[in-house]
């Protein structure tokens, strides 16, 4: 018995753990599918618009930028163009040329210088003291006598500060000659650190070299991508070209570095910001749909589990119910089953014990032959006979009880006496009566009319109650009374016994069908189900009282008019047995 | 020959009644002619529902006792037959229990009545009796 529980609870394992995968899988794949596939698609194309908007950002900064650097030298081109050598080497000149340049332009203009073609300054106007100052060996000399003009890197010159040169260099009297100018540092820096967005973008210049042009910025550049290449190999990548790169920082956070070329391809404008940041509002809804998906899955899961268990039982309840109901059907055919055998037997016995009663008779016949008058033994001769003849009748009773019981049961309602009913029934359970110690006594009213009822299923309600109560009386013995009355339009019925009762918590249940106090194996539980089922459709009712320790009765009503419709449909002969009339 | 097997004739043979027994258990046959041979009866012998309609074509009877359930032929054709060779015979029906039916459809198709095996012996002599004197009005 154990092994199958444990098989059975295998089975509704692994059936409960089915169901659960089952749901699972169906309704957290297309979640998380389609979570991806949309936050796939977020993130492409709020990467794209984010880039979009630096490289936007960048570029507008580049040209800002770029025409700064633009009109600071067109105004040291002009002054270069519009004075001479001569004039702008007196100093007081030079002086006030600055003082208009500062007027219009603010503190960005910090001096100006006069250079001749061997280096020497040979006039100046600003804040330090820089006389005649030499700067043959100065790279921007160098450059701007190549060129027309140098806007240099930022160093630290002979004053000490930060600060680059704008020169340009103009002819005069076949002698070139070199106007240059100071930019202040800080104006310049603050353009472009005003470049910030978010919280962690900042902006800074390199040079070729690599070399900061303004604040110094750790990482300054990615590793890979055009912007790596500027410095690496000093190739320009086209004024026009933005470029965006991430590269991780080595402690875990990636960067995004926007690109662009200034200054014609000598400096690099970067723009800086942790990744994080850049998409932060990419990481939020990231988030955000990250818990949603792990509360949803844990309802998922948790309903699934909560559902399927529940299923599971359910399903089981009802297995072992038919379970059951099976083993009562085998039990039933096997009844059916013994029941014919019984009654076949029975049939088979009459023919020799009538026969033999028969002889018994002959020979009695015979007997009263004038031969056989004299005989000492005639007295003993007819005791004898006599006796075959009780015992014979005594083998047609039993044999008559066997077989009126296994008589097939059939539904034709007939005019059913009540008395010889259960004087019969008494009679068949007598045996077992006495054996039991059990005495059962009949109370029937005078005059009980007969029943518009099915034998052999009034037979089976009284068979069924009077069982119960010898089973229940089985140990100690008792009495079984069975009365019938009138009330009314119905035959009332009780039978009741002196056994040891029914708790009240069970008399609510006890029509119930497999309700049974009975061990295993010993009672199906649907005895009282059957009785009540047949008395209902009779029309009638059943009932019980029990008191502990003092007895149970259970009583019937039948209605005298029989079946007025009340219950279910009789069986199929009924009306017509009831037409052809009584017999 | 089918009904050579004649017992008992004591005088005079005119005032018995002329019983044909059919039934196919045959110690219960013999027993139950040896005594209606005491009791002022002559009893033809028939072991199965053919013997008895032989019997019948071979000579009339007063009553016939017929078995309702036998081997070779229903109890109710051999009725049926009876009561078309011979209509005013009565024939009364041995059942065994629980064929109360068939013995209520019997009596439909003719017979005079009906007892249940196994039956007590002075009951079915008076019911031969009543037959064969509604027989003879």
Same mark, same amino acid.
């Given at each position: 018995?154990?092994?199958?529980?444990?098989?059975?609870?295998?089975?509704?394992?692994?059936?409960?753990?089915?169901?659960?995968?089952?749901?699972?899988?169906?309704?957290?794949?297309?979640?998380?599918?389609?979570?991806?596939?949309?936050?796939?698609?977020?993130?492409?194309?709020?990467?794209?618009?984010?880039? !979009?908007?630096?490289?936007?950002?960048?570029?507008?900064?580049?040209?800002?930028?770029?025409?700064?650097?633009?009109?600071?030298?067109?105004?040291?081109?002009?002054?270069?163009? &519009?004075?001479?050598?001569?004039?702008?080497?007196?100093?007081?000149?030079?002086?006030?040329?600055?003082?208009?340049?500062?007027?219009? #332009?603010?503190? @960005?203009?910090?001096?100006?210088? @006069?250079?001749?073609?061997?280096?020497?300054?040979?006039?100046?106007?600003?804040?330090?003291?820089? *006389?005649?100052?030499?700067?043959?060996?100065?790279?921007?000399?160098?450059? @701007?006598?190549?060129?027309?003009?140098?806007?240099?890197?930022?160093?630290?010159?002979?004053? *000490?500060?930060?600060?680059?040169?704008?020169?340009?260099?103009?002819?005069?009297?076949?002698?070139?000659?070199?106007?240059?100018? &100071?930019?202040?540092?800080?104006?310049?820096?603050?353009?472009?650190?005003?470049?910030?967005?978010?919280?962690?973008?900042?902006? #800074?210049?390199?040079?070729?070299?690599?070399?900061?042009?303004?604040?110094?910025?750790?990482?300054?550049?990615?590793?890979?991508?055009?912007?790596?290449?500027?410095?690496?190999?000093?190739?320009?990548? &086209?004024?026009?070209?933005?470029?965006?790169?991430?590269?991780?920082?080595?402690?875990?956070?990636?960067?995004?570095? @926007?690109?662009?070329?200034?200054?014609?391809?000598?400096?690099?404008?970067?723009?800086?910001?942790?990744?994080?940041?850049?998409?932060?509002?990419?990481?939020?809804?990231?988030?955000?749909?990250?818990?949603?998906?792990?509360?949803?899955?844990?309802?998922?899961?948790?309903?699934?589990?909560?559902?399927?268990?529940?299923?599971?039982?359910?399903? !089981?309840?009802?297995?072992?119910?038919?379970?059951?109901?099976?083993?009562?059907?085998?039990?039933?055919?096997?009844?059916?089953?013994?029941?014919?055998?019984?009654?076949?037997?029975?049939?088979?016995?009459?023919?020799?014990?009538?026969?033999?009663?028969?002889?018994?008779?002959?020979?009695?016949?015979?007997?009263?032959?004038?031969?056989?008058?004299?005989?000492?033994?005639?007295?003993?001769?007819?005791?004898?006979?006599?006796?075959?003849?009780?015992?014979?009748?005594?083998?047609?009773?039993?044999?008559?009880?066997?077989?009126?019981?296994?008589?097939?049961?059939?539904?034709?309602?007939?005019?059913?006496?009540?008395?010889?009913?259960?004087?019969?029934?008494?009679?068949?359970?007598?045996?077992?009566?006495?054996?039991?110690?059990?005495?059962?006594?009949?109370?029937?009213?005078?005059?009980?009319?007969?029943?518009?009822?099915?034998?052999?299923?009034?037979?089976?309600?009284?068979?069924?109650?009077?069982?119960? !109560?010898?089973?229940?009386?089985?140990?100690?013995?008792?009495?079984?009374?069975?009365?019938?009355?009138?009330?009314?339009?119905?035959?009332?019925?009780?039978?009741?016994?002196?056994?040891?009762?029914?708790?009240?918590?069970?008399?609510?249940?006890?029509?119930?069908?497999?309700?049974?106090?009975?061990?295993?194996?010993?009672?199906? *539980?649907?005895?009282?189900?059957?009785?009540?089922?047949?008395?209902?459709?009779?029309?009638?009712?059943?009932?019980?009282?029990?008191?502990?320790?003092?007895?149970?009765?259970?009583?019937?009503?039948?209605?005298?008019?029989?079946?007025?419709?009340?219950?279910?449909?009789?069986?199929?002969?009924?009306?017509?047995?009831?037409?052809?009339?009584?017999? | 020959?089918?009904?050579?097997?004649?017992?008992?004739?004591?005088?005079?043979?005119?005032?018995?009644?002329?019983?044909?027994?059919?039934?196919?258990?045959?110690?219960?046959?013999?027993?139950?002619?040896?005594?209606?041979?005491?009791?002022?009866?002559?009893?033809?012998?028939?072991?199965?529902?053919?013997?008895?309609?032989?019997? %019948?074509?071979?000579?009339?009877?007063?009553?016939?006792?017929?078995?309702?359930?036998?081997?070779?032929?229903?109890?109710? +054709?051999?009725?049926?037959?009876?009561?078309?060779?011979?209509?005013?015979?009565?024939?009364?029906?041995?059942?065994?229990?629980?064929?109360?039916?068939?013995?209520?459809?019997?009596?439909?198709?003719?017979?005079?009545?009906?007892?249940?095996?196994?039956?007590?012996? +002075?009951? %079915?002599?008076?019911?031969?009796?009543?037959?064969?004197?509604?027989?003879?009005?």
């Amino acid at each position: 018995m154990d092994q199958t529980r444990h098989k059975a609870d295998g089975y509704y394992h692994s059936l409960a753990r089915n169901m659960i995968l089952a749901v699972l899988i169906v309704s957290i794949t297309p979640m998380l599918l389609v979570s991806a596939t949309i936050l796939y698609q977020f993130h492409q194309s709020y990467q794209a618009k984010v880039y !979009a908007h630096l490289e936007e950002l960048v570029e507008k900064h580049r040209q800002n930028i770029d025409n700064f650097l633009k009109e600071k030298l067109a105004d040291i081109q002009a002054l270069a163009k &519009t004075f001479s050598y001569e004039e702008l080497s007196d100093e007081s000149f030079l002086r006030d040329r600055l003082e208009v340049l500062q007027e219009e #332009y603010g503190a @960005v203009f910090v001096d100006l210088g @006069v250079v001749n073609a061997r280096g020497v300054q040979m006039a100046y106007a600003g804040p330090f003291k820089l *006389g005649k100052a030499l700067y043959s060996e100065a790279e921007w000399f160098r450059e @701007v006598m190549k060129r027309d003009y140098y806007i240099s890197d930022v160093f630290l010159g002979l004053r *000490g500060l930060p600060h680059f040169i704008l020169a340009v260099r103009q002819n005069w009297g076949g002698e070139p000659w070199i106007l240059r100018s &100071t930019i202040d540092f800080v104006a310049f820096t603050k353009l472009v650190e005003n470049i910030r967005i978010g919280e962690t973008g900042i902006a #800074y210049i390199l040079n070729r070299r690599g070399e900061f042009q303004t604040k110094t910025v750790l990482d300054a550049l990615p590793s890979k991508g055009p912007c790596s290449d500027f410095v690496e190999t000093g190739k320009p990548f &086209t004024e026009e070209d933005v470029c965006v790169s991430v590269r991780g920082d080595g402690m875990g956070s990636k960067n995004l570095y @926007v690109g662009a070329a200034l200054k014609g391809g000598d400096w690099l404008l970067m723009y800086r910001q942790r990744a994080s940041d850049a998409f932060s509002d990419f990481q939020r809804t990231l988030k955000v749909t990250l818990v949603i998906i792990l509360l949803g899955s844990l309802g998922i899961a948790s309903m699934a589990v909560l559902v399927s268990k529940r299923m599971v039982n359910r399903i !089981a309840e009802v297995d072992s119910e038919k379970q059951l109901m099976n083993e009562q059907i085998v039990e039933t055919g096997k009844l059916a089953s013994v029941g014919e055998l019984a009654a076949g037997i029975a049939h088979e016995i009459n023919n020799p014990v009538a026969i033999m009663v028969e002889e018994a008779g002959w020979i009695e016949d015979l007997l009263e032959e004038e031969e056989f008058k004299e005989s000492e033994n005639l007295q003993e001769f007819a005791r004898a006979l006599k006796q075959i003849r009780t015992q014979g009748k005594r083998c047609k009773e039993i044999t008559h009880k066997l077989l009126s019981f296994a008589r097939k049961t059939d539904s034709r309602v007939e005019e059913v006496r009540p008395k010889e009913l259960i004087e019969e029934i008494v009679a068949l359970s007598g045996q077992r009566a006495k054996y039991s110690n059990v005495k059962i006594t009949t109370t029937l009213q005078k005059g009980l009319p007969a029943l518009h009822v099915s034998q052999s299923e009034l037979q089976q309600v009284f068979l069924n109650l009077i069982n119960n !109560a010898l089973d229940a009386m089985e140990k100690k013995g008792g009495v079984i009374d069975i009365r019938g009355y009138l009330v009314g339009p119905y035959a009332v019925f009780e039978v009741a016994d002196t056994g040891p009762g029914i708790p009240q918590a069970n008399l609510a249940r006890i029509f119930d069908p497999f309700f049974t106090t009975k061990p295993v194996g010993k009672g199906t *539980g649907l005895g009282l189900s059957i009785c009540y089922g047949i008395v209902k459709k009779l029309g009638g009712d059943i009932e019980v009282e029990s008191v502990m320790d003092a007895g149970t009765t259970f009583r019937v009503k039948i209605p005298l008019e029989g079946d007025k419709g009340e219950g279910e449909a009789s069986g199929p002969f009924a009306r017509t047995e009831a037409k052809q009339g009584a017999r | 020959m089918p009904g050579d097997r004649d017992v008992q004739e004591s005088p005079p043979d005119q005032d018995k009644i002329k019983l044909l027994l059919v039934d196919d258990e045959e110690g219960y046959v013999n027993v139950l002619a040896n005594r209606m041979g005491k009791r002022n009866m002559v009893v033809t012998k028939a072991f199965s529902g053919t013997e008895g309609i032989q019997a %019948l074509r071979g000579r009339d009877f007063d009553v016939a006792v017929l078995d309702l359930k036998m081997e070779d032929m229903d109890g109710i +054709e051999v009725l049926k037959i009876f009561k078309k060779m011979d209509p005013k015979m009565p024939v009364i029906m041995l059942t065994g229990h629980g064929s109360e039916q068939a013995a209520r459809e019997g009596i439909k198709y003719g017979a005079f009545d009906y007892l249940t095996k196994p039956c007590e012996f +002075e009951e %079915l002599v008076e019911k031969i009796k009543e037959a064969a004197h509604e027989r003879g009005e």
